[in-house]
């Protein structure tokens, strides 16, 4: 009897493992979708910025609104991750006896050593530098910057693009402390991750 209920649970944990990497999966798909997203937006962006310079604020409103999203996303698959590592792969072990679901630590330790590489890993010199980082946090800063060189405040008067650089650039800060908040969440998370016993 108390096999067939090991047997049960097992299969219980192993159906939510599966519903878990399948929502994992879909974080990932939606993250690269951002990615993609900010791409197009600047492509289609950018021309429009010829005939209105305040495309260019709008751009980097969205630019730094994806980039909040995006954050949502990796965070996300940070927390199933070890959500599968430290709650589920405990459960399973104790009723199969023996190591299950060790990928992400396994992972993190090859990564850390690199031995499936020719080369050592070297970090990147300013920790949580990437290119979505430079994507999603440039972006915004150097279209913000483009359009108070090239906006004609003379012809303008200064409250209208001034207020706009501003309401956009405090939208870019709150998503710049945001990802460092983040970053620091997934630090913490991929440490737990390395060892989760």
Do not use: C
């Not at 994992?24 to 021309?47: F, M, N």
């Not at 946090?137 to 409250?159: H, K, Q, R, S, W």
């Amino acid at each position: 009897m108390a096999r067939r209920h090991d047997v049960e649970s097992v299969d219980v944990h192993l159906t939510e493992y599966e519903q878990l990497l399948e929502e994992s999966r879909l974080h990932q798909t939606i993250a690269s979708a951002i990615v993609s997203l900010e791409i197009g937006a600047l492509g289609v962006g950018l021309p429009l910025s010829v005939n209105s310079s305040y495309a260019l604020l709008g751009l980097a409103v969205v630019s730094s609104l994806l980039w909040f999203r995006y954050m949502d996303h990796m965070v996300g698959i940070f927390h199933l991750a070890e959500y599968v590592a430290t709650h589920l792969r405990p459960k399973l072990e104790a009723l199969v006896h023996e190591r299950v679901l060790g990928w992400e630590a396994y992972l993190r330790r090859r990564r850390a050593t690199a031995t499936f590489l020719r080369f050592r890993r070297r970090p990147s010199a300013i920790p949580g530098l990437s290119y979505t980082a430079i994507l999603f946090g440039g972006a915004p800063v150097v279209l913000m910057a483009v359009f108070l060189l090239t906006v004609d405040l003379e012809g303008e008067g200064y409250v209208l693009p001034i207020s706009g650089a501003a309401t956009a650039a405090i939208i870019w800060a709150s998503s710049l402390v945001r990802y460092v908040r983040d970053l620091a969440l997934i630090s913490a998370i991929d440490a737990t991750l390395l060892d989760p016993t």
